[in-house]
Structures are given as structure tokens and as C-alpha cells.
């Protein structure tokens, strides 16, 4: 049997985690952890697998006879505009864990808003007892855009909790119980949704989608008036400015903002000390680098037994 194919990792994590995620990750293969200055100059030609994120930007001119590469995150948006990246397979992250984890920051934060929690907190710190209106999950309608991994899962875990669901993506998607959305149709989406959830992709059609315009068209019906905006996507898909404005205007009720257009957060943005905004700094569903390499070893596995790799990246699409 011929030798498995050493693995570069080339993740701009948390290096000490890295290190200690790959210990007994990759049985039977040398591990080329570029972290590790052992590996400067090292000759990288010959390594069929690399496993990047913000990678290096000679990593690609250094090991050209890659044969696959893997994302460490299960958005594709940065590895996508890495210099020289080949035109071999990009598999992309998917993960039980990381799935679940946004699941429950999507609930957290519609919780967070269907009990005024803001409303309660700030009350509480002015030792004022009053009780406010209250609504239950089920007089509300979460609008989920994005009905992928992590749209569907968030979707079921939101129905638990009672709220009505619908959704949103490119193509139809038929999910039992939910009204579903797709393309032109976004305008009568937004008319029935009183929370928008964003969990979609980066991608030249998706930058800047969550502007005013967009934020004009939510439902305004839903028992606290105005609509709330949630976004655990990308940064890059919404308009901070418009966010802001909405909010200041009413437009916007509240957000929950856990990715930025630009990351980290200025201190002296406006969103840290809007009322009813919950900000979290690109957490909520980090990638857990052991769950990442054993998926790697997965799918390297399945190329060289000559399955077909899964959770392939569509270039053209862009996730
Ligand atoms: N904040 C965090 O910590 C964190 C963690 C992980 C991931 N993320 C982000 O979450 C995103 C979604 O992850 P996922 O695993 O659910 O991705 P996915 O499985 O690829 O699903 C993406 C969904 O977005 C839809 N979509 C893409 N472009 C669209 C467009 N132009 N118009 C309408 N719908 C569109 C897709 O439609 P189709 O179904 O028709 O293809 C699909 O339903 C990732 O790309 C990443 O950026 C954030």
C-alpha cells in the first residue's frame, strides 16, 4: 500500500489550539504545520492535501501539486480570494458541533428579543419591578435567509421553541412545516417575517443584501411593532450604516450582530452602546479544530479510496 500523502495546515487559529487539536489528528500521516518554523523554506511540491485558512500568501506557489483543499471554516468567502489558489477541489466545513452551536446562538438571540431581555436588564440595574408585555414564541415569525446546514438546523431548533418559521435561498427548498421562499420571491418573505435571520454565504450576489431597502420590507405586524435583525453569516452581506440608521429610525427594533463588514469591531463604532443590540466578535459557531481535522481525514480517506469527496465548494456559486 503506498504511503498516505503528508497534510500542510495552514490555519490562522489560535496556534496553541491548533498544536493540541493535532495531536493523534491524521494517523499514518506526516502533519506540516506551517506554524512551525521548523517547516520555513521547507520544499512543499509532491503534498496532495492542505488544510488553509488565511493561509500564507506563497502557500499555494510553494506546494503546487495539491490535489485537494480543505476550508477551516465552513464559509468559503476568504479561502476563495487566496492568491494562487488551484483549481482543484475545495471542500468546505461541515460539522455536527459547529451546526448546533449556531443553532443555539440563533435561538439565544430570538429568545433574547421575544423576552425583552435588554428591556429587563436595564431595569434590574435601576432596581425598577415592572413587568412588560408577553408575547409567546408562537406570535412571532422568524424569516431565516439561507436554508442550508445551518439555516435548517436553526429552523428545526426555532420550531422546538414554538416560533413560526419561514425561509429563504436560491432554489426552492421544501421543508415539511415550513413555507418556503426562493429567488425573486424575497419581497414576500420579508412581508411575513418579524425576525430576519441571516445565515447565508459570502458571495458577489449576497454582499450588502441587508441594507435599507431590505429592512423597509420586514413585517411590521408582529406583536412588538417593529421587526429585529440577526445576523450570523458574514459580514459582508449587510450595511452596517443602514443597520445603524435603521435603528435610530425605528425601522429596526433591535439586532444581534455577531459578524461585521469589518472584524474587529472599531471601538468607537455606534453599535456597542445602541439599546437594543446584542454584539458578539465572529463566535457564534467557531470551528473546533479537532471535529475539523477528523473531517479531513474523512474526506481524504474517501478520495483515496475513490468516493466521491463531499461538501464540495461550487466555485461559480461561491459557497
Ligand atoms: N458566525 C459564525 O461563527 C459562522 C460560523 C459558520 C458559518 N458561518 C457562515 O454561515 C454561512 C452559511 O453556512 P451553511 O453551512 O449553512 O452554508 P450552505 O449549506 O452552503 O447554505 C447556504 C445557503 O444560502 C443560500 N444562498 C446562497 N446564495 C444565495 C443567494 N444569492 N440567494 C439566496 N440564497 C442564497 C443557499 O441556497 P441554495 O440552498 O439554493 O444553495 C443555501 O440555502 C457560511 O457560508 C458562513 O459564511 C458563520
Known sequence: MPAKSPVIVDLKFIPQEVE???????????????????????????IDYAVVWKSDPDLFSRAPDLKVVFSGGAGVDHVLTLPGLPDVPLVRFVDRSLTTRMSEWVVMNCLLHLRQHRAYEARAKAHIWEDLSQPEAADITVGVMGLGVLGQDAIAKLRVMGFKTVGWSRSKK?????????GDELDAFLGRTDILVGLLPLTDETRGIFDAGLFSKLSRNG???????INGGRGGSQVGADIAAALESGVLGG????VFEQEPLDKDSPFWEMDNVYI???V???S???ALFAHAEQQMQRFESGLPLQHLVDRKAGY
Open 20 to 46: 493540541d487539536g493535532l495531536k493523534g489528528a491524521f494517523p499514518g500521516r506526516e502533519v506540516i504545520n506551517l506554524a512551525d518554523p521548523a517547516h520555513n523554506g521547507r520544499d512543499l511540491s509532491g
Open 174 to 182: 421544501v421543508i415539511e412545516g415550513v413555507e418556503t421562499f426562493a
Open 223 to 229: 406583536p412588538f411593532g417593529a421587526p429585529v435583525f
Open 255 to 258: 439586532a444581534s450582530l455577531d
Open 280 to 282: 458578539t466578535p465572529h
Open 284 to 286: 457564534a459557531a467557531s
Open 288 to 290: 473546533d479544530v479537532r
